[in-house]
């Protein structure tokens, strides 16, 4: 929120952070629901994650 909130990250990031981290809560509080998780959502949050990390010029990754 504070990156949204001080225009450091536009809306599509912060959503898409949103929603990574919500997932990565998810896990860590109840592991066995990664279990549940089909590959396309794993794909799309990991993905999404590293989206995030390309935005803020942390990772020097390749995108498909």
């Known amino acids: 929120m504070f990156l949204f ?3 450091l990250i536009d809306q599509p990031t912060y959503t898409r952070m949103f929603n990574v981290k919500g997932k990565r809560d998810d896990l860590a509080h109840n592991p066995f629901e990664s279990l549940k998780i089909d590959p396309g959502q794993a794909e799309r949050l990991i993905k999404d994650g590293i989206k ?13």
């Open 5 to 7: 909130g001080s225009n």
């Open 52 to 64: 995030c990390l390309k935005y803020l010029g942390v990772a020097d990754l390749p995108m498909n």
